[in-house]
């Protein structure tokens, strides 16, 4: 039995080593131009190469982002840069434009494509058009009910299909979004978004008298335009049987430590599918997890049906319940410390909480004992990125994080 896909995002390279670390079975990144996330770190063509090599070499698989919405003067480059990803072994195209799906199947035909979500695909005989140009998989608008995407698959049964599973979700049609264009003049849909959705906002009336007056969208707060986040973690099962073969997590902007929280998390509940079918969901484990890093009030969207209660209307999001103190960057299996690097303030006495694959998970330990590259005692840790010494009998290995409860 084919297990179903966990794709991950990775912003970096470093983000990408996290992201197969802590269980995911692919990962999905952009290059420095043609995708949507142009803020994101990304990956020079060198870097690609060397994420190809490393992806294959763990027998995982790797995707790149080719999403914008080309311009007569991208042609040319994507033509080139298709070239270049099918000759690196990229293993599929992520590409929303009709045109630059023509093109691709044309000039790198050996390159799967995967049509993406800002292609709002939203019916069987949208997929039954992409499947006769000979792509390989369809990631569905975000949109869908879990009814209409088992409608799909049983319509075209040999197309692959990708759903988001977690993340943030886009208050427009499937991130075909104008806000962050019209408020700023940074295009969205040619990776430049602002997230200006995740703004405070207003309402005012206008009275000749008094000028603009104060309008409170409720008593909630003026977050009017703000997505809840998404979490299926719960339908696991439901959406295999519908005929999905890749659960995706949003987020190439996210932090590292978000990545390893939520990737293990799904990796696990996941896996406990596989073991133990819907039992895997009487585990609070996997829930709590994604409540230690930072997100927006849950939704399940459109996935069960229609639904009118998907906006975040409290606040941007939550900080979490943990707060990411530090990466291991080398293991203490042959001596008495382990060498890490710092991200947030701790001290000689904080308890921390171990976040691994292994089932180190979730083990805590208090700080004895704390030292500089020079062997120099540090009682605060308090130089962001400063490498150092942790002295613990609590195995660590390179790879795992360090959190603590805020």
């Known amino acids: 039995m084919k297990r179903v896909e966990l794709l991950a995002p990775a912003g970096d390279m470093q983000k990408l080593k996290t992201a197969l670390y802590f269980g995911a079975d692919a990962v999905y990144v952009g290059g420095k131009a043609l995708s949507l996330r142009a803020n994101a770190g990304n990956f020079t063509d060198e870097e690609l190469t060397e994420a190809v090599n490393y992806t294959h070499s763990l027998g995982k698989k790797i995707y790149v982002t080719v999403n914008i919405f080309a311009r007569n003067y991208d042609i040319e480059n994507a033509e080139n840069y298709f070239k270049f990803l099918e000759c690196i072994g990229i293993d599929g195209a992520i590409i929303s434009d009709i045109g630059l799906i023509d093109l691709c199947r044309k000039v790198a035909p050996n390159l799967n494509v995967n049509v993406s979500t800002q292609a709002n695909t939203q019916n069987y005989k949208t997929v039954q058009f992409y499947e006769n140009l000979g792509v390989k998989r369809v990631i569905l608008a975000r949109e869908l009910s879990l009814k209409e995407i088992k409608e799909i698959h049983e319509k075209v049964p040999n197309m692959e299909i990708e759903t988001f599973i ?241």
């Open 166 to 406: 977690h993340g943030a979700m886009c208050i427009s049609y499937s991130g075909r979004c104008l806000l962050s264009d019209f408020r700023t003049g940074r295009k969205s849909n040619r990776g430049e978004c602002v997230q200006a959705c995740r703004w405070n906002y207003e309402i005012r009336e206008k009275n000749s008298e008094c000028g603009y007056m104060e309008m409170e969208e409720d008593e909630r707060g003026t977050y009017i335009l703000n997505s809840k986040d998404l979490n299926l973690l719960d339908y696991i099962g439901e959406m295999i049987d519908s005929g999905i073969c890749s659960f995706k997590i949003e987020g190439r902007m996210k932090s590292e430590y978000y990545l390893a929280t939520v990737i293990n998390a799904y990796r696990r509940a996941i896996d406990g599918y596989y073991d133990q079918g819907v039992a895997y969901k009487e585990n609070p484990l996997y829930q709590l997890e994604l409540e230690k890093t930072a997100h927006r009030e849950f939704t399940t969207a459109y996935f069960l049906g229609e639904n009118d209660r998907t906006v975040n209307y409290d606040d941007s999001q939550s900080k979490g319940t943990h707060k990411f103190i530090a990466t291991v960057l080398e293991s203490n299996r042959d001596r008495d410390y382990a060498l890490i690097e710092m991200r947030n303030r701790f001290k000689v006495g904080d308890e921390l909480e171990v976040l691994s694959p292994s089932d180190r998970f979730n083990k805590t330990f208090t700080v004895t004992k704390i030292a500089d590259e020079k062997d120099k005692p540090v009682e605060d840790a308090k130089l962001v990125q400063q490498k150092l010494k942790l002295y613990t009998n609590t195995l660590l290995d390179s790879g795992d994080i360090l959190r603590i409860k805020i």
